[in-house]
Nanobody, 121 residues
Framework: QVQLVESGGGLVQAGGSLRLSCVAS????????MGWYRQAPGKQRDLVAT???????NYPDSVKGRFTISRDNARNTVYLQMNNLEPEETAVYYC???????????????WGQGTQVTVSS
């Protein structure tokens, strides 16, 4: 069973920081890409950050300079450091990963269960 397990969400005041983590199942062949998305109730799911197996990162302008995505490939883990959080960034944050389960696999996208981030005014 492929699983993404997220942690680190919680309640923080505006201007505060949180660090999210996401661990993928160890019985996988490799990770092409891992990242984070967020979704508020009734809203679309938006990209927050991604990182490839080569270390290339991608951020929307809204979080660039405040959020940092990092990885530990040996532990199948991706982190999201979020600094100077704003109330409008309250949302469920979802881990996303493109995983290869075996040699020759083209890759399949998986989602975590989500972790709630609430930023108060």
């Amino acid at each position: 069973q492929v699983q993404l397990v997220e942690s680190g969400g919680g309640l923080v005041q505006a201007g505060g920081s949180l660090r999210l983590s996401c661990v993928a199942s160890r019985n996988i062949f490799s990770i092409n890409r891992m990242g984070w998305y967020r979704q508020a109730p009734g809203k679309q799911r938006d990209l927050v950050a991604t990182i490839t197996n080569k270390g290339s990162t991608n951020y929307p302008d809204s979080v660039k300079g405040r959020f940092t995505i990092s990885r530990d490939n040996a532990r199948n883990t991706v982190y999201l450091q979020m600094n100077n959080l704003e109330p409008e960034e309250t949302a469920v944050y979802y881990c996303n990963a493109e995983l290869l389960l075996y040699s020759g696999d083209l890759g399949t996208t998986y989602w975590g269960q989500g972790t709630q981030v609430t930023v108060s005014s």
